[in-house]
């Protein structure tokens, strides 16, 4: 079975500063890795995947994450956030065949101004 | 760009009543699954369904819950004597083959 640890449950930041949201996963199988955005009282918007290929992967609204198996990490990053960037993220994982994922607790990003 | 598309999207029911959360995959999709989201919580997987069956459930995919597609377009979650503690959002998604799931916007269920 798969998990995901997402540690900081609440991550404030003043705009136009970087931001790392943290996730680590545990796996005894290949995965996929995924981050989602929630913005309040709405669904699960898809920011970004990892299938397989280069580790860094680029996805909407400026953010990016890098795979790192060694480190079983997949940590989403945005070099400059803006207030429409608050909102809640999550880390997930499915097996290598996108069934049943896993999702995080939840990082809340509250960005300031 | 197909989406799913869930309703109702905000329903309100009393303890005991049945309810039927309806979603429409993406339609080319063959994987349908269903998750909620209690306030405040993580999102967790209840059931995954293909080929007409399901294929896999959680341990909160009890005997009040069941799944259907009564037709080519729409998969139902029917939940059929609500408890207070089924307040929460759910979540339908649908893949492809070997793909990334969508998710539909949710359908925030409360249960009075």
């Known amino acids: 079975a798969q998990s995901v640890t997402q540690l900081d449950s609440q991550v404030p930041v003043f705009e136009e500063a970087p931001v790392e949201l943290r996730c680590n996963y545990s796996?005894?199988?290949?995965?996929?890795l995924f981050w989602y955005v929630q913005y309040p009282n709405q669904g699960l918007q898809l920011l970004l995947k990892?299938?397989?290929?280069?580790?860094l992967v680029k996805g909407i609204n400026g953010f990016e994450a890098e795979f790192n198996k060694s480190q079983t990490s997949f940590h989403l990053r945005k070099p400059s956030v803006h207030i429409s960037d608050t909102a809640e993220y999550f880390c997930?994982?499915?097996?290598?065949?996108?069934?049943?994922?896993?999702f995080g607790s939840g990082t809340k990003l509250n960005v300031k101004p | 760009e197909p989406e799913v598309t869930q309703t109702p999207s905000h329903q309100v029911t009393q303890m005991g009543q049945e309810v039927i959360l309806r979603c429409v995959p993406i339609s080319n999709h063959l994987y349908f699954y269903w998750y909620r989201q209690i306030l405040g919580q993580k999102v967790e997987f209840l059931v995954s369904f293909y080929n007409n069956e399901i294929s896999e459930k959680s341990e909160i995919f009890d005997d009040q819950f069941s799944v259907e597609r009564p037709d080519g377009s729409n998969f139902t979650l029917k939940i059929r004597s609500t408890k207070l503690e089924d307040s929460a959002m759910y979540f339908c998604?649908?893949?492809?083959?070997?793909?990334?799931?969508?998710f539909g916007p949710g359908t925030r269920l409360l249960v009075l």
């Open positions: 997930a994982v499915s097996d290598d065949r996108g069934n049943k994922f896993y």
């Open positions: 796996s005894s199988v290949s995965v996929y």
């Open positions: 998604a649908s893949k492809a083959v070997q793909e990334t799931q969508y």
């Open positions: 990892y299938l397989s290929g280069s580790t």
